[in-house]
């Protein structure tokens, strides 16, 4: 398993931005797919969005609520994935937890597909 650690939450306003860092034990040249999730109180955890990051290729996903605001990005020298997040809004409000998949996944957000977990990071988004 892949040791995950994500950074960078907090509280921020509506519109404002935020970016989340997912930082990783192993290369993640060598890792098929990352993605991000999120958990909202007395919901269930969604994927947000995914990263193609097998031999660095970096093809993407996202969920419909996100496009056009939400960019992640792959930077192989540290390891690490990244969830730009623009024009917040309070629905954004959730805790984010990065994932890794050691091997092919049956969709991008097919979270049983995903093997490692971090700890999460909590993104607080008020009107």
């Known amino acids: 398993q892949v040791q995950l650690v994500e950074s960078g939450g907090g509280s921020v306003q509506a519109g404002g931005s935020l970016t989340l860092s997912c930082a990783a034990s192993a290369y993640i040249y060598g890792i098929p797919y990352m993605a991000w999730f999120r958990q909202a109180p007395g919901r269930e955890r969604e994927g947000v969005a995914a990263i193609y990051t097998g031999r660095g290729s970096g093809g993407t996903y996202y969920a419909d609520s996100v496009k056009g605001r939400f960019t992640i990005s792959q930077e192989l020298a540290k390891n690490t994935v990244y969830l730009q997040m623009n024009s917040l809004k309070p629905e954004d409000t959730a805790m984010y937890y990065c994932?890794?998949?050691?091997?092919?996944?049956?969709?991008?957000?097919?979270?049983?597909?995903?093997?490692?977990w971090g700890q999460g990071t909590q993104v607080t988004v008020s009107s």
């Open positions: 994932a890794a998949a050691t091997s092919l996944v049956s969709s991008w957000f097919q979270q049983a597909d995903y093997n490692s």
